[in-house]
C-alpha cells in the first residue's frame, strides 16, 4: 500500500522561510514522480512543485518559482519543500502526491495524496 504522510506545517512570517517533508512508503516503482500541491480555502487545488525520478528534473509554479526548491533524499524516501521568502499568499493546505511514470503538474495525474499539512503565512 502507498502511504504519503506530510509533515512540517505550521505558522510563519511574511519574508520567512519554512521546509516541508513528505515521507513515502510502499512505492516501488522505477519511475514516478512526487508532487507537492495546494489549496486554500474556496480555491482549487493547484500545483506548486513537481520532481521526477528519472532524471531528476523539477516542475514549479510560476508563483513560486525563484522562492521554492523541492528535493529528495532517497534513502530516507522523502521528498522536501523549502518555501523562502514566504507571502500571505501561499498560506493554504499543501499536500504531497505521488505517480507512476514521468512527471506531469496537474492534480488529476496524481493517483496517491497524503492528508496535507497546513501552513499559514502572517503578514
Known amino acids: 500500500e502507498v502511504q504519503l504522510v506530510e509533515s512540517g506545517g505550521g505558522l510563519v512570517q511574511a519574508g520567512g522561510s519554512h521546509r516541508l517533508s513528505c515521507t513515502a512508503s510502499?512505492?516501488?516503482?522505477?519511475?514516478?514522480?512526487i508532487g507537492w500541491f495546494r489549496q486554500a480555502p474556496g480555491k482549487e487545488r493547484e500545483g506548486v512543485a513537481c520532481?521526477?525520478?528519472?532524471?531528476?528534473?523539477?516542475w514549479y509554479a510560476d508563483s513560486v518559482k525563484g522562492r521554492f526548491t523541492i528535493s529528495k533524499d532517497n534513502a530516507k524516501s522523502t521528498v522536501y519543500l523549502q518555501m523562502d521568502s514566504l507571502k500571505p499568499e501561499d498560506t493554504a493546505v499543501y499536500y504531497c502526491a505521488a505517480k507512476r511514470g514521468l512527471l506531469r503538474d496537474t492534480a488529476n495525474a496524481y493517483g496517491y495524496w497524503g492528508q496535507g499539512t497546513q501552513v499559514t503565512v502572517s503578514s
Open positions: 510502499g512505492f516501488t516503482y522505477d519511475i514516478y514522480a
Open positions: 520532481i521526477s525520478s528519472n532524471d531528476g528534473s523539477a
